[in-house]
């Protein structure tokens, strides 16, 4: 046991200071995260909306994540990803605060996009900061171990808001969470400062934008799409999902907290290890975002093999296999093809493809369920994400050649 532990330890050796601060602060923030999986409940259980209505709002969700991310990376490349993280993190709060006060479709609407746009546009900053202040070699760790704070905070987060819900009120998450954020916010003033340039010519050097812009890139473009796609599935989980938790499974809302928390708890216990041997093994990035692909869709396909609800803890099993696999090399893939100036931008369109999977995958979701039905809707996704595992195949097969200069 001794052995087991002190290994699991050697994952975490030759980060850097300011990654581990970076963590932290993600922590404290994904922490009071207690609303947004329990969003979709909220708007059909307490404020009434239908399926098609909660649709739309979650895509507004979406926009403001497009739009934010987007601003987010042009900031971060003129002001550097300091200050945008630090605005981010504020604003995001006030703006979780203020949300619990709308009631109307139309509000709603527009409140959940000015939330996600304060809260999303400090997305990429993290990227290029994670970037900046990692160590040479260890950018798939740090990534991971940020990923990690930000798996520690979901397990607990909706744990402790499923508990919040069950016994006083949907209100008081929004309360929570905005303060966390506003702590995550102070945390960063206080803890961790900007990266100090060396000299001038280093300054020049950072100034400087070297390749093609982002939407210029065909790789990237098909990185970009093969990335939306995937995400287009794995937002299921957060909207869709506790509604069919609830809705097929009759579980209620203390319940689907627990079975979040089996999400966050893996990916606390086991992503880093995992990721380390990985990283050993030398397996190719785009090799591993595969892999990702193929859990994910597995997880879907078990789902419609038994009515038994432990099926539920098998799929959750499988989507975060997938996660653990998956995202951390696609974060470091993403970070391998921005050259050197156009960082922000790059990690920008990166985020940009979870904000446009927020834009029509929850929409789509609940408008496959409410005319297909369940089984149905993941059956597809299940086929959908089949075909763009094959797709990442032939970029693997793209990149190799692009190396080779054959392409």
Not at 2 to 21: D, H, Q
């Amino acid at each position: 046991m001794k052995k087991i532990y002190t290994n699991y330890l050697a994952n975490f050796r030759g980060l850097s200071r300011e990654i581990w601060l970076l963590s932290l602060v993600t922590f404290v923030n994904r922490a009071g995260a207690m609303v947004i999986p329990f969003l979709s409940l909220y708007l059909i259980n307490v404020e009434g909306f239908d399926l098609p209505q909660v649709g739309w709002i979650m895509s507004c969700f979406g926009l403001g994540s497009l739009v934010g991310t987007y601003i987010g990376g042009r900031l971060t490349d003129s002001i550097g990803f300091y200050k945008v993280i630090l605005s981010s993190l504020f604003l995001g709060g006030v703006g979780f605060i203020l949300l619990q006060y709308i009631n109307t479709f139309y509000g709603f609407c527009i409140g959940i996009f000015l939330l996600t746009l304060m809260a999303d546009a400090g997305r990429p900053a993290i990227f290029v900061a994670a970037d900046a202040y990692s160590k040479p070699g260890n950018i798939t760790r740090s990534i991971a171990l940020i990923r990690l704070a930000i798996n520690l905070g979901f397990s607990i987060g909706p744990l402790i808001g499923g508990l919040i819900i069950a016994h006083i009120n949907y209100t008081s998450l929004f309360w929570i969470d905005g303060l966390t954020c506003m702590l995550a916010s102070l945390g960063v003033f206080l803890l961790l400062k900007p990266k100090k340039l060396i000299n001038t010519t280093e300054e020049k050097t950072v100034v400087l934008k070297e390749g093609l812009p982002p939407y210029l890139n065909k790789l990237f473009l098909i990185f970009f799409v093969i990335m939306v796609a995937n995400s287009l599935a794995f937002v299921q989980y957060f909207s869709v999902m506790p509604v069919y938790y609830e809705k097929v499974h009759f579980l209620s809302e203390d319940v689907i907290g627990w079975l979040l928390f089996i999400n966050g708890a893996t990916i606390v216990i086991f992503e880093m290890p995992l990721i380390a041997w990985l990283d050993r093994k030398k397996i190719s990035k785009t090799m591993a975002t595969f892999w990702g692909i193929f859990f994910l869709g597995l997880s879907f396909l078990v789902l419609n093999l038994s009515t038994w609800s432990g099926v539920l803890v098998i799929a959750m099993l499988l989507m975060t296999l997938g996660e653990m696999i998956g995202f951390p090399f696609s974060n470091a893939l993403a970070l391998e093809m921005s050259p050197k100036g156009r960082k922000g931008s790059y990690m920008a369109l990166y985020s940009m493809s979870f904000s446009v999977a927020h834009l029509i995958g929850h929409n789509g979701g609940m408008n496959l369920v409410n005319s297909f039905g369940y089984f149905k809707t993941w059956t597809i996704f299940s086929i959908f994400l089949l075909f763009i595992a094959a797709l990442t195949i032939w970029l693997y097969f793209l990149l190799k050649k692009s190396q080779t200069g054959n392409i």
